[in-house]
């Protein structure tokens, strides 16, 4: 009996904290109707965002590596490399808000995502290896010259034009997908996520 009691109370906890994990949505803005954004998904479904009344809009922009020093709050896009290291494809900036881990990843096939501080850059061959740390461990990851770099402006609703790309994590609530942030294309630039 105890065992069972243990294990439903582990389902709940299961349970919950999968209802409050993000919905991450990509696709192209088809319109902007009030604060419902719809948007075509990458698999051709139409889904409605429902944006906060503070919902954050705010728009990539390429940068150079230097931008990022130890101390970096970064989102790491990364694949296998030739022996089993991590190579990072994507360097983004990250808001304190988002939170760590370390998990794959589907803005790339068989990707991992890493978001931590940059706790260490070290040269590696005609790129760096950055040592990542996370609440729940480290990670070391390589940068090479085809690693892309990103930070953001804040954009507007304006920005929300049919055709542009959109990146966010929604919230389901009361079966609405619901989002406080959004990142949107622009100048040619999508979002790295």
């Known amino acids: 009996m105890k065992r069972i009691a243990i294990g439903l109370i582990s389902l709940l906890f299961v349970g919950a904290a999968l209802a ?114 996370y609440k729940d461990g480290e990670q070391k990851i390589l940068t090479d010259a085809h690693t892309e770099y990103y930070n953001f402006d804040k954009g507007s609703r304006e920005d929300l034009k049919p055709g542009a790309h959109i990146f966010t994590g929604a919230q389901n609530k009361d079966g609405k997908l619901v989002t406080g942030r959004i990142v949107v294309s622009k100048g040619g630039v999508n979002p790295p996520q």
Do not use: C
């Open 20 to 133: 409050q994990a993000p919905t991450r949505v990509r696709g192209t803005i088809i319109a902007l109707k009030g604060d419902v954004l719809e948007v075509k998904d990458r698999g051709g479904k139409t889904v409605e965002l429902h944006l906060a009344p503070d919902a954050q809009i705010v728009t990539p922009k390429k940068v150079g590596a230097d931008e990022f020093k130890e101390g970096s709050y970064v989102g790491v896009t990364s694949m296998a490399g030739p022996g089993g290291k991590l190579v990072a494809k994507r360097v983004h900036a990250l808001g304190p808000q988002v939170p760590q881990m370390h998990g794959d990843w589907d803005s790339i096939p068989n990707s991992k995502m890493t978001n931590a501080n940059i706790a260490g850059i070290a040269k590696a061959g005609s790129g760096s290896e950055l040592t990542m740390k």
